[in-house]
């Protein structure tokens, strides 16, 4: 039988080998082909790789000559508004002016020495996007985290509003700016923003003044020089000094606390230049609340308060008497009251106890009959001529929009009591800087400067001193537009002669050492002075009755006239120390030693006791002047057929002063 054999699947295809033996193999020509194809490829990756590392090794090279070697100036447009401007070089290479770095665009303002007065200070606006917040009521929760003063209510419904824009918190700080931006919260912006502070709060804050919202001053010298703080970076340097200021605040305040003043005033000043130095109002307030300060705060009265000048307006009566050639020191005039219908003009004190002074006599003693003699002396017309000339009908001009024009008669009202009653600082009212103005011209050599509140250039010190040389009006710079810069030059006009100032300057020791100023004496300063005591006006027009201004002007040294301080205390109160007196002699005068004594060194001048002999000698003035050889003496008791011995009227006084046209008479 035939052998057994495995079953197949189906017939063996002819020439297709089965087995390991059964695979194709590769010959030598494909083998290299294969070969070939993979050093293609390889080269290709090769290429591509170099590619790439030339382009990113160009792209490093630039990137480091840009940012590196040779960076670029940012465009503007790219940059936040408050990045200082990269300053341009010159061919010398060196830097074009000063390098400033404006981070904010309202300039600084400091005092003389360099004191930061008020400054601007970066801050943030914070605004929402409403339409981009997914929960309202978490992103002000999270926001009151960083600012818990914001109501929730009121933020909630804030945010939920159908726009594109709500304010959510103004002026915040850089530090809460960086805690919000932390907090996440999408439609959550900012906006670059500046806040003005005043880091001395109170000090000078009336004279400061404020801004608004907008960055855009609203009073005080902020708002007089606001073109400039805007458009210059460059610090705004004021003739302030913070340490005089400082003093004449503390002793005023604590006069008007012993006194229960209802307001005073305080003014330290250069009589050379007319650099305010120190100006104080109370009662005043904290610079950086100005928005919620009451009305009587803000209220400057060293500029804006009219105030009758009573006994300090002597001075200028005395003044024009002596300029005009009206009076002389040795002529005498009446101390016995002068009946004006049913007024009667008399002296509140009598303590001086003659019926008639000379005129060092009228000063020292402050006789209001004489000083109205001898404002009939002078007539209305130059009366009113010579006020006018000396700026005291017209406002102060200080940097300050709030200086107000003084109060005074029309000249069709200018009649004989108006003629008397100015003569001894009634019937008008002036603020204080014009007392203190009017002052200073008489003992700085004649000149009537232009009071300032912005310190005079370095190279101008040399200048400081006024020309009286010549009598024509001189002036040290023109005068420019408010909104100038520069228009703060003082500037000054001559009104009296030399040999008529250091006339006035003896009249005026004299009144310290020997007159009702005593109580202002500071050893070796040489203080002059003059009381003024003045009875307040009342709401119907009326005069108050022992309701009071008192102020005291004065200049130190009398010898060197340098500083002109004036202190003035409104409706002061009598107090057990001063008897019950409520006049200027009680509480302005001690006032004005007590600023004298802590401000002199300040300003470099220290007592001269080691030549105090020779000083006070060249200072004296006899109380009763000597007739000179060749003149005689007008007044009571010297020429019997003067009609200033016949009778004591206004009419007879009138008549004197209408038909004498020489006063004194030279043999």
Same mark, same amino acid.
């Given at each position: 039988?035939? #052998?057994?054999?495995?079953?197949?699947?189906?017939?063996?295809?002819?020439?297709?080998? *089965?087995?390991?033996?059964?695979? %194709?193999?590769?010959?030598?020509?494909?083998?290299?082909?294969?070969?070939?194809?993979?050093?293609?490829?390889?080269?290709?990756?090769?290429?591509?790789?170099?590619?790439?590392?030339?382009? !990113?090794?160009?792209?490093?090279?630039?990137?480091?000559?840009?940012?590196?070697?040779?960076?670029?100036?940012?465009?503007?447009?790219?940059?936040?508004?408050?990045?200082?401007?990269? %300053?341009?070089?010159?061919?010398?290479?060196?830097?074009?002016?000063?390098?400033?770095?404006?981070?904010?665009?309202?300039?600084?303002?400091?005092?003389?020495?360099?004191?930061?007065?008020?400054?601007?200070?970066?801050?943030?606006?914070?605004?929402? $996007?409403?339409?981009?917040?997914?929960?309202? /009521?978490?992103?002000?929760?999270?926001?009151?985290?960083?600012?818990?003063?914001?109501?929730?209510?009121?933020?909630?419904?804030?945010?939920?509003?159908?726009?594109?824009?709500? !304010?959510?918190?103004?002026?915040?700080?850089?530090?809460?700016?960086?805690?919000? $931006?932390?907090?996440?919260?999408?439609?959550?912006?900012?906006?670059?923003?500046?806040?003005?502070?005043?880091?001395?709060?109170?000090?000078?804050?009336?004279?400061? &003044?404020?801004?608004?919202?907008?960055?855009?001053?609203?009073?005080?010298?902020?708002?007089?020089?606001?073109?400039?703080?805007?458009?210059?970076?460059?610090?705004?340097?004021?003739?302030?000094?913070?340490?005089?200021?400082?003093?004449?605040?503390?002793?005023?305040? /604590?006069?008007?606390?012993?006194?229960? @003043?209802?307001?005073?005033?305080?003014? =330290?000043?250069?009589?050379?230049?007319?650099?305010?130095?120190?100006?104080?109002?109370?009662?005043?307030?904290?610079?950086?609340?100005?928005?919620?300060?009451?009305?009587?705060?803000?209220?400057?009265?060293?500029?804006?308060?009219?105030?009758?000048?009573?006994?300090?307006?002597?001075?200028?009566? @005395?003044?024009?008497?002596?300029?005009?050639?009206?009076?002389?020191?040795?002529?005498?005039?009446?101390?016995?009251?002068?009946?004006?219908?049913?007024?009667?003009?008399?002296?509140?004190?009598?303590?001086?106890?003659?019926?008639?002074?000379?005129?060092?006599?009228?000063? @020292?003693?402050?006789?209001?009959?004489?000083?109205?003699?001898?404002?009939?002396?002078?007539?209305?017309?130059? #009366?009113?001529?010579?006020?006018?000339?000396?700026?005291?009908?017209?406002?102060?001009?200080?940097?300050?929009?709030?200086?107000?024009?003084?109060? =005074?008669?029309?000249?069709?009202?200018?009649?004989?009591?108006?003629?008397?009653?100015?003569?001894? &600082?009634?019937?008008?009212?002036?603020?204080?800087?014009?007392?203190?103005?009017?002052? @200073?011209? *008489?003992?700085?050599?004649?000149?009537?400067?232009?009071?300032?509140?912005?310190?005079?250039?370095?190279?101008?010190?040399?200048?400081?001193?006024?020309?009286?040389?010549?009598?024509?009006?001189?002036?040290?710079?023109?005068?420019?537009?408010?909104?100038?810069?520069?228009?703060?030059?003082?500037?000054?006009?001559? =009104?009296?002669?030399?040999?008529?100032?250091?006339?006035?300057?003896?009249?005026?020791?004299?009144?310290?050492?020997?007159?009702?100023?005593?109580?202002?004496?500071?050893?070796?300063?040489?203080?002059?002075?003059?009381?003024?005591?003045?009875?307040?006006?009342?709401?119907? &027009?009326?005069?108050?009755?022992?309701?009071?201004?008192?102020?005291?002007?004065?200049?130190?040294?009398?010898?060197?006239?340098?500083? /002109?301080?004036?202190?003035?205390?409104?409706?002061?109160?009598?107090?057990?120390?001063?008897? &019950?007196?409520?006049?200027?002699?009680?509480?302005?005068?001690?006032?004005?030693?007590?600023?004298?004594?802590?401000?002199?060194?300040?300003?470099?001048?220290?007592?001269?006791?080691?030549?105090?002999?020779?000083?006070?000698?060249?200072?004296?003035?006899?109380?009763?002047?000597?007739?000179?050889?060749?003149?005689?003496?007008?007044?009571?008791? $010297?020429?019997?057929?003067?009609?200033?011995?016949?009778?004591?009227?206004?009419?007879?006084?009138?008549?004197? *002063? #209408?038909?004498?046209?020489?006063?004194?008479?030279?043999?």
């Amino acid at each position: 039988m035939p #052998q057994d054999v495995p079953p197949s699947s189906g017939p063996k295809r002819p020439g297709r080998p *089965t087995g390991p033996s059964a695979r %194709p193999r590769e010959t030598g020509s494909g083998r290299a082909r294969s070969r070939l194809n993979l050093d293609q490829m390889h080269g290709r990756l090769l290429g591509v790789g170099m590619g790439f590392l030339v382009i !990113y090794g160009a792209v490093a090279l630039k990137a480091t000559v840009a940012t590196v070697l040779m960076p670029m100036e940012p465009e503007k447009r790219q940059i936040a508004p408050q990045v200082p401007e990269i %300053p341009k070089s010159d061919p010398r290479g060196e830097m074009a002016g000063d390098f400033v770095l404006p981070t904010v665009r309202r300039a600084t303002i400091t005092d003389r020495t360099g004191q930061a007065l008020a400054l601007s200070l970066p801050v943030a606006q914070v605004y929402a $996007n409403p339409m981009e917040l997914i929960d309202p /009521a978490d992103a002000a929760d999270k926001l009151r985290k960083v600012l818990p003063q914001l109501d929730r209510d009121a933020t909630i419904r804030r945010l939920s509003l159908k726009k594109q824009f709500v !304010y959510l918190a103004r002026d915040i700080s850089p530090v809460q700016e960086i805690a919000i $931006n932390n907090l996440g919260i999408p439609g959550i912006y900012f906006e670059a923003g500046e806040r003005r502070h005043y880091p001395l709060g109170r000090t000078a804050a009336q004279i400061m &003044g404020s801004v608004d919202i907008d960055d855009h001053g609203i009073a005080g010298v902020e708002r007089y020089f606001d073109k400039r703080l805007n458009s210059d970076k460059s610090p705004l340097r004021l003739s302030l000094d913070v340490r005089v200021q400082t003093v004449a605040h503390d002793e005023l305040q /604590a006069a008007k606390d012993e006194f229960s @003043a209802i307001g005073a005033s305080a003014i =330290v000043m250069d009589v050379r230049t007319g650099e305010i130095l120190a100006m104080v109002s109370l009662p005043d307030y904290d610079a950086n609340d100005f928005g919620h300060a009451p009305n009587d705060a803000r209220f400057n009265r060293a500029v804006t308060g009219m105030y009758e000048p009573g006994s300090t307006f002597k001075l200028q009566t @005395a003044a024009m008497g002596l300029q005009l050639g009206v009076i002389h020191l040795w002529d005498r005039f009446s101390t016995i009251p002068i009946k004006v219908g049913r007024f009667t003009i008399r002296d509140m004190k009598t303590d001086h106890f003659a019926p008639w002074l000379s005129l060092p006599g009228v000063l @020292a003693f402050s006789s209001n009959p004489a000083a109205a003699h001898i404002a009939l002396d002078v007539g209305a017309t130059r #009366q009113q001529d010579w006020l006018r000339n000396m700026g005291f009908f017209n406002r102060v001009p200080v940097e300050l929009p709030e200086a107000g024009r003084p109060l =005074v008669p029309a000249s069709r009202n200018w009649g004989l009591s108006t003629v008397m009653t100015v003569g001894f &600082g009634h019937g008008v009212a002036e603020p204080p800087l014009a007392i203190v103005r009017g002052t @200073a011209a *008489t003992v700085n050599g004649g000149i009537l400067l232009k009071p300032t509140l912005v310190a005079r250039d370095t190279e101008d010190e040399a200048k400081a001193a006024p020309d009286t040389a010549q009598l024509r009006p001189v002036a040290y710079r023109p005068e420019a537009d408010s909104d100038e810069i520069g228009a703060e030059t003082p500037v000054g006009t001559r =009104v009296l002669s030399e040999q008529t100032s250091a006339v006035l300057r003896k009249l005026l020791r004299l009144d310290v050492t020997m007159g009702s100023g005593k109580s202002a004496e500071v050893p070796g300063y040489y203080v002059g002075g003059k009381t003024g005591t003045a009875e307040k006006i009342g709401a119907h &027009g009326g005069y108050l009755k022992h309701v009071n201004v008192s102020a005291f002007t004065s200049v130190f040294p009398m010898n060197n006239p340098h500083y /002109a301080v004036y202190v003035m205390l409104d409706s002061p109160q009598g107090t057990a120390a001063t008897h &019950g007196w409520t006049t200027a002699a009680w509480n302005a005068a001690p006032t004005v030693k007590k600023i004298i004594s802590r401000v002199g060194p300040i300003l470099n001048q220290f007592p001269d006791l080691a030549n105090r002999d020779a000083i006070d000698a060249s200072l004296a003035i006899p109380m009763n002047p000597s007739v000179p050889p060749g003149f005689h003496a007008l007044g009571p008791g $010297n020429d019997p057929g003067d009609p200033r011995n016949q009778a004591h009227t206004p009419k007879a006084a009138l008549s004197r *002063t #209408q038909s004498k046209t020489q006063p004194a008479t030279q043999h």
